[in-house]
């Protein structure tokens, strides 16, 4: 393949090597980051298909919502900078930028805010579905049903092709997620469930679900409120990852919203995704002490060992993660207020960083600390259990998903996604009966 021209109009030729043709693909411009080659008229033309399984070559879509330089360490939500947005912005107006791609007047954020928190609550029959599950199941597991069934009880509001039901559905998601995370929580310790708060914001309602008691109000530190919303920030979107492309498949059949990010939900569980951040805590429990730390870097360095450093590596940054800065500075900062003086968990961390980062096995793969290095030990400082760490990253990323599922929804040239393959079975061949086989 031959790139023959740049700009507008570009071309990339791709030359069949079996019979000597020679196609021209049309190239299309990114505003920023690379071009992609459009291969959608490759298999009429060629007979061939492009084979690239895990997507490592490979653009879905085409999105205006999040840009990552993974070389650079860039992280965009609408062309700002998440390191601005952790600092100046809040949880509520990222929700409201990356649903609408510009940050809100006072006015708009203030309506968003009050529209949000009319959905908080779930609607009572919601209870009687969390009854059904074992005590000790996963949260993550009570996530994916719940979430999931929501199209059981909001009936109005799971007609895709109509704007305002499109609307509901994200408000209502973005909303309740909060509300059926504590209760999964609560369900999980056989404590009551906490109804939402109005007069609280969206991290604040967060916490006082998780912690208060009817016998006990429970005060919201504002530290641990500020900290949960630059957390929920910065997990708020990550272009086209997994669980996101799980959502835009599974919405690319015109399923409903709920179905869509339960959908993703499954698929943020998995450990090499969002259940990393539970599985960097249960590594570093496992190390237990500094002096372990090369036994441990050692065991991921091999490859016949399944151990992985979690936390360590991304598929596209290729240079620090750069919630991984932010993660890492807000960790000191929660601990200190928190009057935490020494966190054995964060000091092995830390060793665990500077010595992964000097190594050459890391440096050459470029093997960086992504967000779920830092964030688990946050979580653990505020009290929140191991098993609630992936959910909070789903209530989070709720807001993204929401976003892009509804890009998808409303871009004319979406097509139900149908990916093809290579196949290497048998060929045909006649059906044995049972007593000749
Ligand atoms: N520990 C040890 N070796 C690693 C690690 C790691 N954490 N990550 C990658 N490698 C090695 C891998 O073995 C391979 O080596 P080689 O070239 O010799 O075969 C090389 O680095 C490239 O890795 P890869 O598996 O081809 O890269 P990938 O892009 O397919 O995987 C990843 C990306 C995030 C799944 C992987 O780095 C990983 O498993 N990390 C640990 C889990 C983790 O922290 N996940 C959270 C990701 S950030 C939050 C999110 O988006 O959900």
């Not at 597991?141 to 895709?160: E, K, P, Q, R």
């Not at 207020?337 to 968990?345: F, M």
Request: proline share 5%; aromatic share 10%; glycine share 8%.
């Amino acid at each position: 393949m031959s790139d023959t021209s740049h700009g507008k109009n570009a071309t990339f030729t791709l030359t069949d090597n079996r019979d000597g043709k020679a196609y021209e693909l049309p190239v299309m411009d990114a505003s920023v980051g690379p071009s992609v080659i459009d291969v959608r008229k490759l298999y009429a033309e060629t007979d061939c298909f492009t084979y690239d399984p895990g997507f490592t070559s490979t653009g879905s879509c085409e999105s205006k919502i999040t840009y990552i330089d993974g070389d650079a360490g860039i992280l965009l939500y609408r062309g700002i900078p998440i390191q601005d947005l952790a600092e100046h912005s809040d949880f509520m107006e990222v929700c409201y930028l990356l649903l609408y791609g510009e940050l809100p007047t006072g006015q708009q954020k203030g309506k968003f805010e009050k529209d949000i928190t009319y959905h908080t609550m779930l609607h009572e029959q919601i209870a009687n579905f969390f009854r059904g599950f074992r005590r000790d199941a996963h949260p993550m597991a009570v996530m994916c049903g719940v979430v999931g069934a929501l199209s059981a009880f909001y009936h109005d509001s799971t007609d895709i092709n109509d704007p305002h039901h499109r609307m509901i559905a994200s408000y209502r998601l973005i909303a309740k997620m909060p509300t059926i995370a504590a209760w999964a929580y609560k369900y999980a310790l056989g404590q009551p469930f906490i109804y939402p708060r109005n007069e609280l914001s969206f991290a604040e309602n967060f916490l006082h679900m998780m912690y208060a008691t009817p016998c006990e109000e429970y005060k919201v530190s504002p530290v641990l409120s500020r900290a949960m919303d630059r957390i929920l920030t910065l997990h708020a979107d990550h272009e086209q990852n997994a669980s996101t492309s799980t959502v835009r498949l599974a919405g690319s059949s015109g399923a409903n919203p709920f179905a869509c990010i339960s959908a993703g939900i499954a698929s943020l569980w998995g450990p090499a995704h969002g259940g990393a951040n539970e599985a960097v805590l249960t590594m570093l429990g496992e190390i237990g002490h500094k002096d372990n730390i090369n036994e441990y870097i050692k065991k991921a360095k091999d490859k016949d060992d399944p151990f992985r450093l979690m936390g360590f590596g991304h598929r596209v940054y290729k240079n620090m993660d750069p919630r991984a800065n932010v993660m890492r500075d807000s960790c000191h900062e929660v601990l200190e207020e928190l009057g935490i003086k020494d966190e054995p968990l964060l000091d092995l961390a830390m060793e665990l960083e500077r010595i992964a980062l000097e190594d050459e096995y890391f440096v050459s793969r470029k093997l960086f600390p992504n967000v779920d290095f830092y964030s688990g030990i946050i979580f653990k400082a505020m009290g929140i259990p191991t098993s609630m760490f992936t959910v909070l990253f789903a209530v989070a990323r709720t807001v993204g998903w929401v976003a892009q599922w509804n890009e998808m929804v409303e871009d004319p040239s979406q097509k139900i996604g149908r990916p093809r393959q290579l196949y290497t079975g048998y060929t045909e061949r006649p059906y044995v009966p049972i007593d000749k086989r």
